[in-house]
């Protein structure tokens, strides 16, 4: 440690004494602060980037939803960097929980790292004195205010145009072990990462899946994302931490019981559980019990549904099932009739609507043909023929808000996602893990009888397609205006919008490319050599990672071919990922 960095951080404690703030143990609540700083610069004029603000944004709507006393600024020059940290700082409380999280650019000089403002070009040591923050600034305040435990990623190892002025190496420079601070990095130092234009990082990709698994300390995190990113990239891209941080600290806390109501009987679901023997992850024993009496009528089968999983993913709903049917068989009470679709023509009606608050559903004739794409990624290789033995139904859109909320106000689904400021009402439901979906799709069917589940990824491509054998539903080429995406629109709009306001495909259905990732039935594989033909869903036992189709708004064109597949872990939510249900004849 220099010289200077021991002054300042004397001075420093010398002067904490007299900052209320550095003395305050708790919260007004009893609880250990939570403050976070987030930094996403991505404006620079000589070196711009494509994902450090959206990156940025992402990871402070995670913090904000994990309830942090959020400083988060974007594109900041040198003054509004300052202004940030000085907020920062004067938050900053001993015994604190405290993420940082820094995307832009950075460089180093003489064993130190300095943080680049979007005004800045540190082409010399004069340059690099007046426009750069040095890093040191920010981690001795981490320092000074002893946190409880604090987690510092930098996601800075870029190669940039002043670096080779300033000699010394490249990315990073070296940062020792800090106690109860740890640093994270998506490459070691000395190392850079290329950036790929509408693609994310996959550390800040698969740290951001960890954290928002609820109950999920950083430690934990941490190592699941390195063993994530070393997966993704085939050891190509390696992790770095400095050193774990203390145990305590979790972005995601499990959520606290909401109350909820099933016509007018009142119940309490619970929200996830933590991770554990019967947590969010929906095991196969207990998804097939629940297959086996989601439709009974009688309450002693819910009744041992609940003590064998008195946590389970569908324990709000049987609760609310076994209640209603022993109020039902009470002498003297009224027999509700029998769930009906509100609005059916037939079995071969073209589109319909099975209740007010229900998706429109479009039917999907049976047929076959050829899925995957060997043009390229090996994972979605091999093209096979695969036929549809028999229609279905499938949502015209995927599933909003509105229907979502629906669910949530009559007992069927227990996570009420965030709409990021954004509205709510016929924008497409997001921030909802497979789990999630499947509990939607389990009330629906309650709620009118019919069978409802996610469709397979077979059906999924096969709808999408149309009857088409080109790269997008609409044809080979990025047409404008066809799909919500990164360069789809002559206007970007980076967020969801409402649904329906592209053109449909040959089958009527709106949104299979782009506006929110869909999840389907299947786990994820690594190719199709093991897919069936015959349009059911790939599940093997004890499968972790469920597939989404469709790309989202916050793709590139690539990720919205009909081909196109990627993998998410089914009981970890993000901001992109929404659904459309199916619906059996």
Same mark, same amino acid.
């Given at each position: 440690?220099?010289?200077?960095?021991?002054?300042?951080?004397?001075?420093?404690?010398?002067?904490?004494?007299?900052?209320?703030?550095?003395?305050?143990?708790?919260?007004?609540?009893?609880?250990?602060?939570?403050?976070?700083?987030?930094?996403?610069?991505?404006?620079? @004029?000589?070196?711009?980037?494509?994902?450090?603000?959206?990156?940025?944004?992402?990871?402070?709507?995670?913090?904000?939803?994990?309830?942090?006393?959020?400083?988060?600024?974007?594109?900041?020059?040198?003054?509004?960097?300052?202004?940030?940290?000085?907020?920062?700082?004067?938050?900053?409380?001993?015994? #604190?929980?405290?993420?940082?999280?820094?995307?832009?650019?950075?460089?180093?000089?003489?064993?130190?790292?300095?943080?680049?403002?979007?005004?800045?070009?540190?082409?010399?040591?004069?340059?690099?004195?007046?426009?750069? %923050?040095?890093?040191?600034?920010?981690?001795?305040?981490?320092?000074?205010?002893?946190?409880?435990?604090?987690?510092?990623?930098?996601?800075?190892?870029?190669?940039?145009?002043?670096?080779?002025?300033?000699?010394?190496?490249?990315?990073?420079?070296?940062?020792?072990?800090?106690?109860? %601070?740890?640093?994270?990095?998506?490459?070691?130092?000395?190392?850079?990462?290329?950036?790929?234009?509408?693609?994310?990082?996959?550390?800040?990709?698969?740290?951001?899946?960890?954290?928002?698994?609820?109950?999920?300390?950083?430690?934990?995190?941490?190592?699941?994302?390195?063993?994530?990113?070393?997966?993704?990239?085939?050891?190509?891209?390696?992790?770095?931490?400095?050193?774990?941080?203390?145990?305590?600290?979790?972005?995601?806390?499990?959520?606290?019981?909401?109350?909820?109501?099933?016509?007018?009987?009142?119940?309490?679901?619970?929200?996830?559980?933590?991770?554990?023997?019967?947590?969010?992850?929906?095991?196969?024993?207990?998804?097939?019990?629940?297959?086996?009496?989601?439709?009974?009528?009688?309450?002693?089968?819910?009744? +041992?549904?609940?003590?064998?999983?008195?946590?389970?993913?569908?324990?709000?709903?049987?609760?609310?099932?076994?209640?209603?049917?022993?109020?039902?068989?009470?002498?003297?009470?009224?027999?509700?009739? +029998?769930?009906?679709?509100?609005?059916?023509?037939?079995?071969?009606?073209?589109?319909?609507?099975?209740?007010?608050?229900?998706?429109?559903?479009?039917? %999907?004739?049976?047929?076959?043909?050829?899925?995957?794409?060997?043009?390229?990624?090996?994972?979605?290789?091999?093209?096979?023929?695969?036929?549809?033995?028999?229609?279905?139904?499938?949502?015209?859109?995927?599933?909003?808000?509105?229907?979502?909320?629906?669910?949530?106000?009559?007992?069927?689904?227990?996570?009420?996602?965030?709409?990021?400021?954004?509205?709510?009402?016929?924008?497409?439901?997001?921030?909802?893990?497979?789990?999630?979906?499947? +509990?939607?799709?389990?009330?629906?069917?309650?709620?009118?009888?019919?069978?409802?589940?996610?469709?397979?990824?077979?059906?999924?491509?096969?709808?999408?397609?149309?009857?088409?054998?080109?790269?997008?539903?609409?044809?080979?080429?990025?047409?404008?205006?066809?799909?919500?995406?990164?360069?789809?629109?002559?206007?970007?709009?980076?967020?969801?919008?409402?649904?329906?306001?592209?053109?449909?495909?040959?089958?009527?259905?709106?949104?299979?490319?782009?506006?929110? #990732?869909?999840?389907?039935?299947?786990?994820?594989?690594?190719?199709?050599?093991?897919?069936?033909?015959?349009?059911?869903?790939?599940?093997?036992?004890?499968? @972790?990672?469920?597939?989404?189709?469709?790309?989202?708004?916050?793709?590139?064109?690539?990720?919205?071919?009909?081909?196109?597949?990627?993998?998410?872990?089914?009981?970890?939510?993000?901001?992109?990922?929404?659904?459309?249900?199916? @619906?059996?004849?």
């Amino acid at each position: 440690m220099s010289w200077y960095r021991c002054l300042a951080i004397a001075v420093l404690a010398v002067l904490a004494p007299l900052n209320p703030a550095l003395a305050q143990q708790q919260g007004s609540d009893g609880q250990q602060p939570r403050i976070a700083l987030v930094v996403g610069n991505a404006a620079y @004029r000589a070196a711009p980037l494509s994902n450090a603000a959206a990156d940025a944004r992402a990871v402070a709507d995670t913090l904000r939803q994990g309830e942090f006393d959020l400083v988060s600024i974007e594109n900041a020059d040198r003054p509004a960097f300052e202004q940030a940290l000085a907020t920062f700082r004067g938050k900053l409380t001993r015994g #604190a929980q405290v993420v940082v999280f820094y995307a832009g650019h950075a460089v180093q000089s003489r064993g130190r790292n300095f943080l680049v403002p979007v005004d800045a070009a540190p082409r010399g040591p004069v340059e690099l004195a007046r426009e750069t %923050i040095d890093l040191d600034q920010l981690i001795d305040a981490l320092i000074v205010s002893r946190p409880a435990s604090a987690l510092l990623v930098l996601d800075a190892g870029r190669d940039n145009p002043w670096q080779a002025g300033l000699g010394a190496g490249k990315g990073l420079a070296p940062i020792e072990p800090i106690e109860a %601070i740890a640093v994270m990095a998506p490459v070691p130092p000395g190392k850079t990462a290329a950036e790929t234009p509408g693609r994310t990082n996959p550390a800040i990709d698969e740290w951001l899946k960890a954290i928002r698994t609820p109950g999920i300390d950083m430690t934990t995190a941490l190592n699941r994302t390195r063993e994530a990113v070393s997966r993704a990239t085939r050891r190509s891209q390696q992790l770095w931490v400095s050193s774990p941080p203390p145990a305590g600290l979790v972005v995601t806390p499990t959520g606290r019981p909401v109350a909820t109501a099933l016509n007018t009987s009142r119940g309490i679901i619970s929200a996830p559980p933590p991770p554990g023997p019967q947590s969010d992850q929906l095991g196969p024993y207990e998804l097939s019990f629940w297959e086996t009496i989601k439709d009974s009528k009688n309450p002693d089968e819910y009744r +041992a549904y609940l003590e064998a999983y008195p946590r389970g993913r569908f324990a709000g709903l049987a609760r609310t099932r076994e209640q209603t049917l022993r109020s039902a068989m009470q002498p003297g009470a009224a027999q509700a009739p +029998a769930p009906t679709p509100a609005a059916t023509t037939g079995s071969s009606a073209r589109t319909l609507r099975d209740c007010d608050d229900c998706p429109e559903l479009t039917l %999907i004739p049976a047929g076959s043909f050829e899925m995957g794409s060997n043009e390229m990624f090996e994972f979605e290789k091999p093209v096979h023929s695969v036929a549809i033995a028999r229609p279905f139904y499938l949502g015209t859109d995927e599933v909003t808000f509105a229907q979502w909320d629906a669910c949530v106000a009559e007992g069927g689904c227990s996570h009420r996602p965030g709409d990021r400021n954004l509205g709510r009402g016929k924008r497409p439901v997001t921030d909802i893990h497979w789990n999630d979906a499947n +509990a939607y799709a389990v009330w629906l069917s309650y709620k009118t009888g019919r069978k409802y589940r996610l469709p397979t990824e077979a059906e999924w491509e096969y709808a999408a397609r149309g009857g088409t054998a080109t790269a997008y539903p609409w044809g080979n080429s990025v047409d404008k205006e066809m799909a919500n995406c990164i360069g789809c629109n002559a206007q970007p709009r980076r967020q969801a919008g409402e649904v329906g306001q592209f053109p449909p495909n040959r089958f009527g259905l709106r949104d299979m490319a782009g506006n929110a #990732a869909e999840w389907v039935a299947d786990c994820w594989s690594e190719n199709y050599r093991s897919a069936p033909r015959d349009g059911s869903a790939y599940a093997p036992a004890g499968c @972790r990672e469920r597939v989404l189709r469709g790309g989202s708004f916050n793709n590139d064109p690539r990720y919205l071919r009909s081909a196109a597949r990627f993998k998410y872990e089914s009981d970890v939510r993000f901001y992109t990922n929404g659904f459309r249900v199916a @619906r059996e004849l």
